[in-house]
């Protein structure tokens, strides 16, 4: 059973970075695409970022603008995702999530979830 754990949320101010980390245990990361989504309070879980366990290709939702990097290390079985130029409107749960296919934007699309970190974006 792969097993996700999340870190790196935190309080931070507006247009500063964060680093969440996801540590992946229980199976081969490469075997995995694996995604960032976030939820904010009341609102629906929402599609961030993806990084394909083929090539490494990135995918990203319109609202990232750049300002996010997904990567991944399957050495070290962990997925970063860096944050810049945050906003409060980024502000959420954010959450590491593995499909055993490719990367889709449905949170029904990935089999392995984490618990979430937190991100609080001060303006």
């Known amino acids: 059973q792969l097993r996700l754990v999340e870190s790196g949320g935190g309080l931070v101010q507006s247009d500063g970075p964060l680093r969440l980390t996801c540590a992946v245990s229980?199976?081969?990361?490469?075997?995995?695409?694996m995604a960032w989504f976030r939820q904010a309070p009341g609102k629906e879980r929402e599609y961030v970022s993806c990084i394909s366990r083929v090539d490494g290709a990135t995918y990203d939702a319109d609202f990232v603008k750049g300002r996010f990097t997904i990567s991944r290390d399957n050495a070290k079985n962990t997925v970063n995702l860096q944050m810049n130029n945050l906003k409060p409107e980024d502000s959420g749960d954010y959450f590491c999530?593995?499909?055993?296919?490719?990367?889709?934007?449905?949170?029904?699309?990935?089999?392995?979830w984490g618990q979430g970190t937190q991100v609080t974006v001060s303006s």
């Open positions: 229980g199976g081969p990361l490469e075997h995995y695409a």
């Open positions: 999530a593995a499909a055993e296919r490719k990367c889709n934007y449905y949170v029904q699309g990935y089999e392995y």
